[in-house]
């Protein structure tokens, strides 16, 4: 099993950028985006609910991020506009077998699964 992130780099505030995660070896029922700045712990930025396509988002990128995924390449994508100098970390993808309840989707214990993490800067 494994999870490739893609898609970082350097942007200025503003500006947009599409991450990409590809997924192998199995399907997953909750597939999210984490991120952790530098001095930071790692945080709930958004998920998506396979089963229904349900979707969640941290306050502070909900109306600039969307999460979604392609089913036929089990590929995620996290296409983020607006972007602030505060979005600036790594982000992370991950993705669990179970389909994760609600309250459940912003721990990433949850997670079973996690890339390796793409780097995404935001410049002001």
């Known amino acids: 099993v494994q999870l490739q992130a893609s898609g970082g780099g350097l942007v200025q505030a503003g500006g947009s950028l599409r991450l990409s995660c590809a997924a192998s070896g199995r399907t997953f029922s909750t597939m999210a985006w984490f991120r952790q700045a530098p001095g930071k712990e790692r945080e709930f930025v958004t998920a998506?609910?396979?089963?229904?396509?349900?979707?969640y988002y941290s306050a502070s990128v909900k109306g600039r991020f969307t999460i979604s995924r392609d089913r036929a390449s089990n590929t995620l994508y996290l296409q983020m506009n607006s972007l602030k100098p505060e979005d600036t970390a790594v982000y992370y993808c991950a993705a669990s077998p179970a389909t994760q309840i609600t309250s459940a989707v912003r721990d990433p214990s949850r997670y079973d699964y996690w890339g390796q993490g793409t780097q995404v800067t935001v410049s002001s």
């Open positions: 998506i609910r396979i089963i229904n396509s349900s979707t």
